[in-house]
């Protein structure tokens, strides 16, 4: 049996009977784990909501389930809960990282940070900083997932390809068409050549899920939808 201190983030919350639930966390010393929780005096349901960050205390049985002992919020949302825009992208970033994140896997502390630092920032964003925001999470995580498309764009290899991550000289039907992959050059490498303002953000969306469903085994983001109409006032661009 070992005890267990760290940091987590609620990923998903399922209950298994009355008081009693599993957890899907992303934990900073674990990485991804399923803990059974049981509500009492000083569990509350509270605590539960995803995507808490919490400081947890698991135990780690010889069966290799882990269950919850003591729960304290790490960082308390302010916004999150009660804005609709931000708790639309919360909902889609956790979509995604459910989908994308596996358990046994090699605990990578940059991932857990990244998670971390990406909800309390999505909590404290002013408005306008909102449509790109999942944005720049997904170009983050697929570069610390290790799938960093490969920088060889130039004019004789002008089509990127999905399943190879790198770009090549003839179009076939893994490849994006120019404009694309342009744009997903420019996204990953070029900064400075994008018109921000202007970006089709949703068009580059679905390139980076396409992507994702190529190398991180991605299926279909129900969340999507719900993405798109909680940031239609901005009137972005297709």
Same mark, same amino acid.
């Given at each position: 049996?070992?005890?267990?201190?760290?940091?987590?983030?609620?990923?998903?919350?399922?209950?298994?009977?009355?008081?009693?639930?599993?957890?899907?966390?992303?934990?900073?010393?674990?990485?991804? /784990?399923?803990?059974?929780?049981? /509500?009492?005096?000083?569990?509350?349901?509270?605590?539960?909501?995803?995507?808490?960050?919490?400081?947890?205390?698991?135990?780690?049985?010889?069966?290799?389930?882990?269950?919850?002992?003591?729960?304290?919020?790490?960082?308390?949302?302010?916004?999150?809960? /009660?804005?609709?825009?931000?708790?639309?992208?919360?909902?889609?970033?956790?979509?995604? $990282?459910?989908?994308?994140?596996?358990?046994?896997?090699? /605990?990578?502390?940059?991932?857990?940070?990244?998670?971390?630092?990406?909800?309390?920032?999505?909590?404290?964003?002013?408005?306008?900083?909102?449509?790109?925001?999942? #944005? %720049?999470?997904?170009?983050?995580?697929?570069?610390?997932?290790?799938?960093?498309?490969?920088?060889?764009?130039?004019? $004789?290899?002008?089509?990127?390809? $999905?399943?190879?991550?790198?770009?090549?000289?003839?179009?076939?039907?893994?490849?994006?068409?120019?404009?694309?992959?342009? #744009?997903?050059?420019?996204?990953?490498?070029?900064?400075?050549?994008?018109?921000?303002?202007?970006?089709?953000?949703?068009? %580059?969306?679905?390139?980076?899920?396409?992507?994702?469903?190529?190398? $991180? #085994?991605?299926?279909?983001?129900?969340?999507?939808?719900?993405?798109?109409?909680?940031?239609?006032?901005?009137? %972005?661009?297709?």
């Amino acid at each position: 049996m070992e005890f267990i201190q760290t940091k987590a983030i609620v990923l998903n919350k399922i209950q298994i009977k009355d008081f009693q639930y599993l957890l899907k966390l992303y934990t900073e010393q674990k990485g991804l /784990i399923t803990a059974a929780v049981e /509500i009492n005096h000083f569990i509350q349901p509270a605590h539960l909501q995803v995507p808490n960050i919490i400081d947890v205390q698991i135990v780690q049985k010889k069966s290799q389930r882990y269950q919850i002992k003591d729960i304290k919020p790490s960082y308390v949302y302010q916004t999150l809960y /009660i804005d609709f825009k931000k708790n639309a992208i919360a909902q889609f970033l956790v979509e995604v $990282l459910i989908k994308t994140l596996k358990e046994e896997e090699v /605990i990578d502390e940059k991932i857990f940070s990244l998670l971390n630092s990406t909800f309390i920032q999505l909590d404290q964003s002013n408005t306008e900083s909102l449509p790109l925001f999942h #944005l %720049l999470f997904l170009r983050e995580f697929v570069i610390l997932s290790g799938h960093t498309p490969l920088e060889n764009f130039d004019s $004789l290899n002008a089509y990127f390809h $999905l399943q190879e991550g790198k770009f090549i000289s003839r179009p076939n039907e893994q490849t994006l068409d120019k404009n694309d992959s342009q #744009l997903l050059y420019q996204f990953f490498f070029d900064n400075k050549q994008l018109n921000w303002k202007d970006l089709p953000v949703f068009r %580059l969306t679905h390139i980076l899920l396409d992507y994702m469903r190529h190398h $991180l #085994l991605l299926q279909q983001v129900q969340s999507l939808s719900f993405l798109k109409d909680a940031l239609m006032e901005f009137e %972005l661009k297709y």
